[in-house]
């Protein structure tokens, strides 16, 4: 009888993708089956995130949930790794809290966690491994993917930038990047098997490998080399390091996507300022200019903050400005969270909670308004769509155009895996809806 596992992630794409790796993991070991609910799984491996406190109250929520049931079955195993565990003295506190864990394990040594399933089956006591230390770089063996027909590929892991407001240097470590070999080798090996759009991951992309003697716009062009149509994105990007070089090279190649995630944080200069961003407010505004001006229809997604500790009304409005300058497609916006160890958490002037809500009730108005604009402008239109699923409640297939939008439309024959034309006739928000508008669509009317 086959063993079966549940996976519950929070967090980034990094996340997502370590999770698949934890799934390859396990069905390595035996656990060849993934159960719907973490309550008839054999095993539950929690991936957990702690950029904000409300993504660890989540996951503390969800792992003391498995209290009655781990009494109930005793066999089965939990797991907790990913960020949250990294932090000082987390696993410790996580132990403490919640002496039914069997195995923590942290963000250094992921790779390792089948070894660690083995020596917990030797052993009844509870196994904390989590390294000080991060490790040096491994070359990936990704047995398992769950994201067909879009697939992510790491290029580089942790971080030197240390934002003031974030802990991701502290459980993520210094900055490693994979050999620009592995990497083409990889994206090759996936585009041989029928993926269709690749995503390039790193907490900051633009600092890619100059121990390599590569620099990021070189890898990208280094990848697209002799390739045929594919979809190449890639995120996060650090404003402070996104330069003409690379504006160029999202010019030149046909196979990156035009739309860009580069998060501003603030449009306040003093804001930027404690946030260690290394940029201003007119600096991020320029790079868009530039960007715009030789990607022609280019579009810009970002994130946002409010709240930040000493923000006051009048640099929240600066943010509410820049954001209207930017123009930008969408945003991902939050609100300050404090996190143990990082300066900002320990800075005087720290925001009362209704003011920050109130913030950002305001800044998400301004950016829905503007994401409804842009989609009110793919009326009547006809884009190009990589299928990515089938939605049986619907009866729709769907999925993403190159800006990101997710496209819903009938069809007659399967097509995920494949690019269809999609005419669109209505747009709801940041999704649209429409018929095929190609071929196929033709012969299924």
């Known amino acids: 009888m086959s063993k079966r596992y549940h996976i519950v992630t929070y967090g980034c794409q990094m996340n997502v993708h370590e999770s698949e790796k934890l799934a390859g993991i396990l069905r390595a070991h035996g656990y060849t089956e993934e159960s719907a609910s973490p309550e008839e799984a054999d095993i539950v491996v929690f991936n957990t995130c702690c950029i904000r406190e409300n993504a660890e109250n989540h996951a503390m929520g969800n792992i003391g949930a498995l209290k009655k049931v781990k009494r109930a079955r005793p066999a089965m195993l939990i797991a907790v790794g990913g960020c949250m565990t990294q932090q000082e003295g987390a696993a410790q506190r996580l132990r403490k809290k919640f002496p039914f864990i069997d195995i923590v394990f942290g963000t250094h040594n992921l790779e390792e966690f089948g070894d660690l399933l083995a020596r917990k089956a030797a052993q009844k006591k509870a196994l904390v491994a989590v390294p000080e230390r991060e490790s040096a770089v491994r070359e990936e063996d990704i047995s398992y993917r769950t994201s067909y027909p879009n697939a992510w590929v790491n290029i580089m892991y942790g971080c030197n930038n240390f934002c003031s407001y974030c802990i991701v240097p502290y459980v993520r470590g210094r900055e490693r990047s994979r050999s620009p070999e592995a990497i083409v080798r990889e994206v090759r090996g996936l585009l041989a098997e029928g993926y269709r759009e690749i995503t390039l991951l790193g907490q900051n992309v633009n600092s890619y490998a100059p121990e390599c003697g590569m620099r990021f716009p070189q890898l990208l062009r280094k990848i697209c080399e002799g390739q045929g149509k594919f979809r190449l994105r890639f995120m996060t990007s650090n404003p402070k390091d996104f330069g003409e070089e690379l504006i160029d090279t999202v010019a030149e190649l046909p196979q990156v996507c035009k739309l860009i995630h580069l998060p501003v944080q603030a449009g306040s200069d003093r804001i930027l300022k404690l946030m260690n961003r290394k940029y201003t407010a007119e600096e991020y505004l320029k790079k868009l200019e530039s960007l715009r001006?030789?990607?022609?229809?280019?579009?810009?997604?970002?994130?946002?903050?409010?709240?930040?500790?000493?923000?006051?009304?009048?640099?929240?409005?600066?943010?509410?400005?820049?954001?209207?300058?930017?123009?930008?497609?969408?945003?991902?916006?939050?609100?300050?969270?404090?996190?143990?160890?990082?300066?900002?958490?320990?800075?005087?002037?720290?925001?009362?909670?209704?003011?920050?809500?109130e913030r950002i009730m305001r800044l998400v108005e301004l950016v829905n308004a503007q994401t409804r604009e842009k989609s009110a402008k793919y009326l009547g239109k006809t884009v190009e769509i990589l299928c990515e699923d089938h939605d049986e409640k619907r009866g729709l297939y769907l999925g993403r155009d190159e800006y990101g939008r997710m496209g819903y439309f009938p069809s007659g024959d399967n097509c995920i895996g494949q690019f269809v034309q999609m005419k669109v006739t209505d747009a709801s928000g940041i999704s649209l809806y429409g018929e095929r508008a190609d071929a196929a669509g033709e012969e299924h009317k």
């Open 293 to 357: 001006k030789k990607v022609p229809g280019c579009e810009v997604t970002s994130d946002i903050m409010v709240g930040f500790p000493t923000e006051t009304e009048e640099e929240f409005e600066q943010t509410l400005s820049l954001v209207k300058r930017a123009d930008l497609a969408a945003a991902f916006t939050f609100v300050y969270s404090p996190r143990s160890g990082t300066k900002a958490a320990a800075m005087s002037g720290q925001i009362p909670e209704e003011v920050k809500k």
